[in-house]
């Protein structure tokens, strides 16, 4: 079974407009950590922010912030104010506890395209 | 900003070569990992190591192989590189193990086995 789901491949955006990426999450442990990260075309992955399991308040770095919701499992990533450099792959990913270590584990991404 | 470095960053290779794909880190992190990524998909994890001397291997089987001797240093072989092999390899490391440890990347070596 997937342990992260993002369901959307793909993702259009306006230029200054806010979006949404979706991602989904399963897990029995009750301590784990969800993380963001953005992968250009030169391959390169960049993490952009976390959330703590516990944590009480959503995360927020910059435009960046992080809707979780841990009733639902899901962590979705907003981007307010697009802009054209933030046309690039993202992955949702989760750090649980499994055999004694925290392993992480990458959503499939979605890919998207900011336009002016 | 983080400095995990690896080499080459592309390599068009023959079927058969052994091919040795570096990653260095000059940030003193203990835990170092590889993924293998083909295009638009997930990363995989391969292997991982805790620090010196110590190497796991990951979720997606591997016909690679890993050493770690010295903390900063974290090689991966290939001993009879195939097609099949053809696909992104990105290396990470972090400072130490926690489910709030965030990973820092390399900028991949992307390989075309011929």
């Known amino acids: 079974a997937q342990k992260i789901t993002q369901t959307q491949p793909g993702m259009f955006v306006q230029e200054k407009e806010a979006v949404t990426l979706d991602c989904t999450y399963d897990t029995s442990d009750p301590s784990y950590g969800l993380f963001w990260y953005k992968q250009p075309s030169s391959g390169e992955m960049i993490f952009l922010i976390y959330q703590g399991s516990y944590d009480q308040q959503n995360a927020t770095e910059g435009r960046y912030s992080l809707n979780f919701q841990k009733a639902r499992k899901s962590a979705n990533l907003v981007i307010s104010a697009s802009q054209l450099g933030d046309s690039a792959m993202y992955f949702c990913a989760m750090r649980e506890l499994s055999g004694g270590s925290y392993i992480p584990t990458f959503g499939r991404g979605t890919s998207l395209i900011v336009h002016p | 900003e983080a400095d995990i470095y690896q080499t080459p960053r592309y390599l068009v290779i023959g079927t058969g070569k052994k091919i040795t794909l570096e990653c260095s880190q000059t940030?003193?992190?203990?835990?170092m990992y590889w993924y293998q990524q083909d295009p638009g998909m997930e990363l995989h994890l391969i292997h991982y190591s805790y620090g010196v001397n110590s190497t796991e291997k990951g979720d997606l089987s591997s016909e690679s192989t890993v050493s770690r001797i010295r903390t900063e240093h974290f090689p991966l072989t290939l001993e009879s590189a195939r097609p099949s092999h053809t696909s992104q390899y990105l290396c990470a490391s972090s400072e130490s193990e926690g489910r709030q440890e965030t990973q820092y990347f390399g900028p991949g070596t992307r390989l075309l086995v011929l």
């Open positions: 940030m003193g992190h203990d835990k």
